[in-house]
T-cell receptor
Framework: GENVEQHPSTLSVQEGDSAVIKCTYS??????FPWYKQELGKRPQLIID?????GEKKDQRIAVTLNKTAKHFSLHITETQPEDSAVYFC????????????FGAGTRLAVHP | DTGVSQDPRHKITKRGQNVTFRCDPI?????LYWYRQTLGQGPEFLTY????????KSRLLSDRFSAERPKGSFSTLEIQRTEQGDSAMYLC?????????FGSGTRLTVV
């Protein structure tokens, strides 16, 4: 069945360093890959997404890369700041008319000042 | 305020009781989803509505769970005969032309 694996489960970096989170998906028909940031007790918030016809997308300090052949995609955060500390979730969906998101288990990112 | 509101924010109930949650998306959200999130895990898909039609239900949605979206606007999720394993955050998401938006969720604790 559909499955998304996410690594690492926890990530600790120093402020200013880069952070990379990786996900793999099982359904080769998946064509939409969003990333969500969730702070404690709050709703998941979309931070960036990518579709299968694009290999890379960047938004300021955040970038996502997609390798459809290998079925994996990654989130890159540069110049990390303490406010980047949160749990990050990747997800994949096959947009057969709607977007049922299959989420990874999450990565808890801690950015230390 | 993302425009997707959920009520209540928190619910504590005794095992065996029935509970009902409500989700109010914005008017442009013709698609509505329910997810369940347990501690330390990503959200898991429960069910999906296209307007008032429930088009997909996860195997996670046992016969104790029922969801409705009677007029294609707000939606309710009912859990009958609650069990401790039902304790989780229940998230609603609306989807329209502007994309996918989660509500703040209802945290259910079954004691």
């Amino acid at each position: 069945g559909e499955n998304v694996e996410q690594h690492p489960s926890t990530l600790s970096v120093q402020e200013g360093d880069s952070a990379v989170i990786k996900c793999t998906y099982s359904d080769s028909a998946s064509n939409y890959f969003p990333w969500y940031k969730q702070e404690l007790g709050k709703r998941p918030q979309l931070i960036i997404d990518i579709r299968s016809n694009v290999g890379e997308k960047k938004d300021q300090r955040i970038a996502v890369t997609l390798n459809k052949t290998a079925k994996h995609f990654s989130l890159h955060i540069t110049e990390t700041q303490p406010e980047d500390s949160a749990v990050y979730f990747c997800a994949a969906s096959w947009s057969g008319g709607y977007n049922k998101l299959i989420f990874g288990a999450g990565t808890r990112l801690a950015v230390h000042p | 305020d993302t425009g997707v509101s959920q009520d209540p924010r928190h619910k504590i109930t005794k095992r065996g009781q029935n509970v009902t949650f409500r989700c109010d998306p914005i008017s442009e959200h013709n698609r509505l989803y329910w997810y369940r999130q347990t501690l330390g895990q990503g959200p898991e898909f429960l069910t999906y509505f296209q307007n008032e039609a429930q088009l997909e239900k996860s195997r996670l949605l046992s016969d104790r769970f029922s969801a409705e979206r009677p007029k294609g606007s707000f939606s309710t999720l009912e859990i009958q005969r609650t069990e401790q394993g039902d304790s989780a955050m229940y998230l609603c998401a609306g989807e329209g032309e502007s994309g996918y938006t989660f509500g703040s969720g209802t945290r259910l604790t079954v004691v």
